[in-house]
């Protein structure tokens, strides 16, 4: 038998998520028990919100710290810090509830690059704003290898074993899941590079 563990009951604006979190979690290789300590952190978010009039919507950075600080202020020592609260927020980011934050507009070629791939992704391909996001992140980090000394990006000479290499170096670090959503965010990447003429080859 085993591996069954008890989750707590998710009241508040979260409810609706609770099941969609543990079936996130889960996918990404996270243990039972460790799925359930998080449905108990997503418990107390949620049960805050509630006591703060609060809806999901509303999970903005600044209210994370303000749940944070009350977590402190009761003596709390588990999640009240904002490194505990990164697997809820990329969840709840990632299905469009909370905002995902501003980011801070930086120049140079990789920021113009991904300003640019962000733009193809809505009009072209029609994408919503928090899968724009997911894509994003993998393109920020695959493109951060191709920068040069001087912040170029030598995107010329990028060729079929670059991207092999990067999968082989970056799959391993994640669950099979996590896996394929890395190869899966990686592919408009590529498509975008060729038909905008940065790459010559549609790798």
């Known amino acids: ?7 707590p009951r998710v009241s508040g604006p979260l409810a609706s998520y609770a ?12 243990e039972r028990s460790t799925v359930g300590n998080r449905l108990w952190q997503l418990a107390h978010l949620s049960g805050w919100l509630e006591r703060e009039g609060l809806f999901a919507g509303e999970l903005t950075s600044e209210r ?10 009761a003596g709390f020592l588990t999640w009240s810090c904002a490194a505990s609260m990164r697997l809820p927020l990329e969840y709840l980011r990632e299905i469009g509830v909370a905002p995902v934050p501003m980011a801070v507009v930086a120049d140079g070629p990789l920021e113009d690059l991904l ?10 391909r029609g994408l919503v704003e928090h899968t724009i996001y997911g894509h994003e992140r993998v393109a920020r980090l695959f493109l951060a290898e191709c920068a040069g000394p001087d912040g170029g990006l030598a995107l010329e000479c990028l ?3 670059d991207v092999s290499g990067f999968l082989a170096r970056e799959c391993p670090k994640r669950s099979v899941s996590g896996a ?7 592919r408009p990447l590529l ?11 549609p790798l």
């Open 159 to 161: 060729s079929a074993q």
């Open 180 to 186: 394929r959503d890395l190869v899966f965010g990686l």
């Open 191 to 201: 498509r975008y590079l060729h038909v905008s003429g940065l790459i010559e080859a």
């Open 64 to 73: 994370i710290e303000q749940f944070l600080a009350a977590r402190r202020a």
């Open 19 to 30: 099941a969609g979190f543990e079936w996130w979690l889960l996918a990404r290789g996270f």
């Open 1 to 7: 038998m085993g591996g069954w563990v008890w989750a």
């Open 115 to 124: 300003r640019d791939y962000r733009g193809y992704l809505a009009r072209e």
